[in-house]
């Protein structure tokens, strides 16, 4: 082998492993080899040059390369190397969609190849069978010739055939054989320091732990494949479809969709046909649970049209699957079960077991409602594994599918208990889960299964049973242990980060200065964050649903009112001495829209509250008036006058409660669901130190955090300069009681950003999960601190939860925007109130009974404020 030709040879494995290196070999050695009229040597170059391109996702170039690679060795009377370019040139084109052209170059290149040779053609062969969709001829071949390439001790070629067998398993739903052989390929590709190649293969892991359920495993696979990536200056445009996907599996739905547009994006431009395509279906998956069945159908029926002209059959039909997912999700369009048979055959047949599944239990459903048994029974047959292996969603639907057979046939009991194992089954998988945000999100899964059980029990009419059922159904994450995160360096610093970009960006708006680049640094910060904050794991199980028995025997001389909406309808149910009941009230929207009526006055009568605006205070009192008659009044004969612990659902979660007429005067707290209210009386209750900031630019802060320190004989202030976050959290750990004035700002599209301003930025949900102990008592006297975004199931994320997530006791802050400076004597008297020896409730209802009722006078903000978790 000449010195040229040896470098060409060299060129090319560095291609492969290391691009900037390759380039600049394949560079040098191409003009040399020109000028030296070495055909042969130039066309090993420009493959090299092609495969660079290649791994820098630049198709177009890298097809131009390889072309050029094949016409230099025709050109130097190099069949075999002209070949061997073949072999790439028709990779490069299936990428672009040219798979009839690309199968057409295998061909001529089958023609001048024999011994190794031709085993390395078939395994391209291989993987672009695999592409088409057609799985099992794909699979055949690799397993015809791995034997044969570890004879010939080819480990590159090893690392790609295990690497491209293994995504041909994950497509196959056989994620243990798919997990078997990437390892391998990664062990391999590491020992030949192939870092590009072990990149690719961690992303790939990465896909398979997302296709099993794995999410945290999934997430660590895919920041290493990331930062490897980076490192070689190769982009991701893989790695961000896969973690869009992750995302969208999760129910992270805005993140998982701006990941799928920004891949669909880069595709586009790389020239890459195959991968756009099937980010054009992820991104129709995006909009459909965006809710936006319209624009998912279109999207899946382009992307069908793409895989049509790739022939790639697998594909047509699993944009298919999406397309009818759309047209089910509109109601005004009929069921169409035949052609939900079809395309589940389609899948099976294609090789999308998980997905054939997905449908006949649809099928299964549809057919149990309208009473044909039979055809049901044999879908739900044909479905049966999905109950114990694939996505975790998806064995949670074939246990509700079980159910609804099991109920149809008259076994109702066992029903029940197929309910509560698809139940058991997400919060088991949820307890593996540390972020709130997954957590709740993934709670979406359970919303129908809760939904049978307690339908189950309405029919029964077994209040008892009811609200079990109901309480399983609810804000089940302030439920977890408290996760306790690792000591994180780079998470610290980019939470102070961000606390400087928000400062910068507050003093540009002030300056009427650009905040572009600010935006983008913010959205990058937060991004970083929270996938930080998604590999957390969490530790412990999830704490049991209380029996009404032990919530009878804790609510001693108080109430229990927890509200209930179901297909439409609004139920409460009382718990009042020892007895549990149940109340039809009515139509579920009735009271929502009064909830909305009645915070939009109450905000406009807060802004207007210099002007003294009237229509806003009456339309606040005609809509409180209309909420009582409809929420409380049906209720009060058997409430009475005790003091409530109000569960509320829906709409009904963004109600001051005390501004109904019927509750202002009595001790009254909110807790998202009754087992949380139960939690958080068995903590205890301490008063001894106390903990006063005051957050910079609002009016009245520190005069009241001054005066609330005054009543302590423990007591640390932090004012001005010193209000800082990490002196705040520092403080905050292990003090009785934390009073905190400053502005509020929530966030409905993040709501774990949502954050108290200190002097050095943003004190988000995120701080305080670093917090190792929480005060038993927080009173946040800010705008909004107590309101939190609501999310499926009857979850709610906020600053308000992350508190009560982390065992806060008892929680004070308002649920709308308040007055600054009118808010100030009241905060001080709640603070008297419970220095005489008042609980929180209490002491809350008597700084309220002391001011004048704000649906009279709008400065009387302490009727927007809650207690949150005990009274």
């Keep these: 082998m000449t010195e040229l030709a040896s470098r060409a040879e060299e060129a090319l494995r560095l291609a492969q492993a290391r691009p900037a290196e390759g380039l600049s070999l394949a560079l040098e050695v191409a003009g040399r080899a020109l000028e030296a009229g070495d055909l042969p040597s130039a066309s090993v170059a420009e493959r090299a040059l092609g495969l660079v391109a290649l791994h820098t996702q630049n198709l177009p170039d890298a097809v131009a390369h390889f072309v050029q690679a094949v016409r230099h060795a025709e050109r130097g009377a190099a069949p075999t190397v002209a070949a061997r370019a073949r072999i790439s040139l028709s990779y490069a084109l299936a990428a672009t969609g040219a798979t009839k052209r690309a199968l057409r170059e295998a061909d001529l290149a089958a023609s001048h190849l024999s011994g190794f040779d031709s085993v390395r053609l078939e395994v391209q062969r291989a993987l672009i069978l695999t592409q088409l969709g057609r799985l099992d001829e794909g699979l055949a071949i690799y397993r015809r010739t791995l034997p044969a390439v570890r004879r010939h001790r080819d480990v590159l070629l090893e690392v790609r055939l295990l690497c491209n067998r293994g995504i041909l398993y994950s497509y196959r739903g056989q994620y243990g054989l798919a997990e078997t052989d990437l390892r391998r390929a990664a062990e391999l590709s590491d020992a030949a320091g192939q870092d590009l190649m072990g990149a690719f293969i961690r992303g790939n892991l990465g896909y398979v732990a997302a296709c099993r359920g794995d999410v945290l495993a999934a997430l660590r696979w895919y920041d290493e494949a990331e930062a490897q990536r980076r490192a070689l200056g190769a982009t991701s445009a893989h790695l961000l479809q896969d973690r869009a996907k992750l995302l969208l599996a999760v129910r992270l739905v805005p993140e998982g969709r701006r990941a799928a547009e920004a891949a669909l994006a880069d595709w586009r431009r790389q020239g890459d046909a195959t991968s756009a395509a099937e980010a054009q279906l992820l991104l129709a998956e995006a909009a459909l649970l965006d809710g936006e069945p319209d624009a998912a159908y279109s999207l899946a029926e382009e992307a069908r049209a793409s895989f049509a002209r790739q022939r790639r059959s697998a594909w047509q039909a699993l944009a298919r699957h999406v397309a009818l997912q759309a047209s089910l999700a509109d109601p005004g369009e009929p069921v169409p079960i035949g052609r939900a048979r079809r395309v589940a055959d389609e899948l099976e047949r294609t090789g999308w077991r998980a997905e054939a599944a997905d449908v006949r239990l649809f099928t299964a459903a549809l057919y149990l409602s309208n009473g044909r048994i039979r055809q049901a029974r044999t879908d739900l047959e044909r479905a049966k594994l999905s109950r114990r292996q694939g996505p975790i969603g998806l064995q949670a639907r074939a246990w509700h599918a079980e159910a609804l057979l099991r109920l149809a046939t008259g076994r109702r009991r066992t029903a029940a208990a197929a309910v509560a194992r698809g139940l058991q089954l997400i919060e088991e998988y949820r307890a593996t889960l540390g972020a709130a945000d997954l957590s709740t999100s993934f709670a979406a899964h359970r919303v129908e299964l809760a939904n049978l059980g307690l339908r189950m029990a309405l029919r029964d009419q077994h209040p008892r049973r009811v609200l079990q059922w109901v309480e399983r159904g609810r804000a089940s994450h302030l439920m977890f242990p408290p996760v306790r995160p690792p000591t994180d360096d780079r998470l610290a610093a980019d939470l102070a980060a961000l606390r400087g970009v928000v400062i910068a960006m507050d003093e540009a708006l ?4 650009p905040t572009r680049s600010l935006l983008r640094r913010q959205a990058d910060l937060e991004a970083r964050i929270r996938t930080r904050w998604h590999r ?53 929207i009735d009271a929502e829209q009064e909830v909305w009526y009645l915070a939009s006055a109450l905000r406009r009568q807060t802004l207007a509250r210099i002007r003294r605006t009237p229509h806003a205070g009456a339309s606040a009192r005609l809509a409180a008036q209309r909420l009582q008659e409809l929420v409380v009044a049906p209720l009060l004969r058997v409430l009475g006058d005790r003091p409530l612990v109000v569960a509320p659902a829906g709409a009904l979660q963004l109600l001051p409660w005390s501004v109904l007429p019927g509750l202002r005067s009595r001790p009254l707290c909110v807790t998202p669901s009754a087992s949380v209210w139960y939690l958080a009386v068995q903590r205890a209750v301490a008063c001894g130190s106390l903990l006063a900031v005051a957050g910079p630019t609002l009016p009245g802060a520190a005069e009241e955090a001054t005066a609330v320190a005054g009543l302590y004989p423990r007591a640390e202030l932090l004012t001005g300069e010193d209000a800082t976050v990490e002196r705040v959290l520092g403080a905050i750990d292990g003090v009785d ?28 949900a995120y701080d305080l999960e670093r917090i190792p102990r929480m005060a038993s008592l927080v009173v946040v006297s800010a705008c909004d601190a107590g309101r939190t975004e ?5 979850e709610v994320l906020g600053l308000a939860t992350a508190f009560l997530a982390r065992r806060c006791r008892t929680l004070v802050a308002p649920l709308l925007s308040v007055p600054d400076v009118e808010t100030v004597p009241h905060m001080i008297a709640l603070q008297q109130h419970l220095r005489s020896g008042s609980s929180p409730a209490e002491a809350l209802m008597r700084a309220r009974v002391a001011a004048a009722p704000i649906l009279e006078d709008p400065t009387a903000s302490v009727d927007l404020f809650a207690c949150l978790g005990a009274g």
Excluded: K
Aim: charged share 20%.
């Design 737 to 764: 009681v934390v009073h905190l004035a400053a502005h509020g700002h929530p966030r409905a599209d993040n709501p774990l950003f949502s954050h108290l301003q200190l002097v050095d930025g943003p004190l988000t």
């Design 536 to 588: 957390m794991p969490r530790f412990g199980d999830v704490s049991s649903v209380v029996a009404p028995s032990t919530l009878a025997d804790a609510l001693q001389d108080w109430a229990l009112v927890e509200y209930v909406i179901i297909d439409g309808r609004l139920l409460a149910l009382t718990l009042v001495n020892r007895r549990c009941r149940l109340h039809e009230l009515g139509p579920a």
């Design 790 to 794: 609501q999310r499926r199931g009857n």
């Design 510 to 513: 002030r300056a009427g200065e």
